[in-house]
T-cell receptor, first 112, second 112 residues
C-alpha cells in the first residue's frame, strides 16, 4: 500500500513566521506535489517536483517555495506566513508510469 | 478562469438510488480525467479515471461517462450507499508530470 505521510495534522503559526511542511512517501515515486484546499475552490497546485532537486511552479506559487533533497521527501516552505495562507495543505505523489496521485492526510495550517 | 468546473456544490440522494455528479472542462488537450473522493480530515482517494480516447469506464458501482463534444463528464454511482457520502472532485491530468487541475468539488449526501 502506498503511504504518504505529512509531518503535522494541525499547525498554528504567527504572521511572519517561517513555516516548514514536510511530506514523505514510501513508494519510490518520482513525482511529488503540494496542493492547498480552500472551500469552494477545490485543490490548487502550488509546486511540484518530478525528480530530486527539480521543481516546477504550479498555479499558485506566490509566497511559497519547495525543497526536494531526497526522492522520498518533499518540503513546502512558507517564507513569511500570512493570514491568507491559512488553509489545508495536501501532499501527493505519483509514479511516471501512472496518472493516479496518492495523497497524504493533509495539514491544517492556521496563521494568526 | 476555471478550467474544470463542478457547478453543483452539493447533492442529496436516497440510499439505493443513482447519484450523478457532473463536471465541465474547457481544455480539449488532456490525457485523462480522474475522480477523487474525500472524507473530512482525510486526503483525497482515487476512485476512477477515464482516458481521452474513451467515452465510458466502469468499475463496480461507479461509471464515468465522457462527452468530448460537450466537454462534459459525469460520474454515476449505482446504487448509492450512505458510505458514499463525501466530497467528490473531478480532476484533469495534464503536463509532463501529469499534474492535476481540480474542480471545486461536490458534496454528496446519501440519505438512509
Amino acid at each position: 500500500d502506498v503511504k504518504v505521510t505529512q509531518s503535522s495534522r494541525y499547525l498554528v503559526k504567527r504572521t511572519g513566521e517561517k513555516v516548514f511542511l514536510e511530506c514523505v512517501q514510501d513508494m519510490d515515486h518520482e513525482n511529488m506535489f503540494w496542493y492547498r484546499q480552500d472551500p469552494g475552490l477545490g485543490l490548487r497546485l502550488i509546486y511540484f517536483s518530478y525528480d530530486v532537486k527539480m521543481k516546477e511552479k504550479g498555479d499558485i506559487p506566490e509566497g511559497y517555495s519547495v525543497s526536494r533533497e531526497k526522492k522520498e521527501r518533499f518540503s513546502l516552505i512558507l517564507e513569511s506566513a500570512s493570514t491568507n495562507q491559512t488553509s489545508m495543505y495536501l501532499c501527493a505523489s505519483s509514479s511516471v508510469q501512472g496518472y493516479e496521485q496518492y495523497f497524504g492526510p493533509g495539514t491544517r495550517l492556521t496563521v494568526t | 478562469d476555471q478550467q474544470v468546473k463542478q457547478n453543483s456544490p452539493s447533492l442529496s440522494v436516497q440510499e439505493g438510488r443513482i447519484s450523478i455528479l457532473n463536471c465541465d472542462y474547457t481544455n480539449s488537450m488532456f490525457d485523462y480525467f480522474l475522480w477523487y473522493k474525500k472524507y473530512p480530515a482525510e486526503g483525497p482517494t482515487f476512485l476512477i479515471s477515464i482516458s481521452s480516447i474513451k467515452d465510458k469506464n466502469e468499475d463496480g458501482r461507479f461509471t464515468v461517462f465522457l462527452n468530448k463534444s460537450a466537454k462534459h463528464l459525469s460520474l454515476h454511482i449505482v446504487p448509492s450507499q450512505p458510505g458514499d457520502s463525501a466530497v467528490y472532485f473531478c480532476a484533469e491530468s495534464r503536463g509532463s508530470a501529469r499534474q492535476l487541475t481540480f474542480g471545486s468539488g461536490t458534496q454528496l449526501t446519501v440519505l438512509p
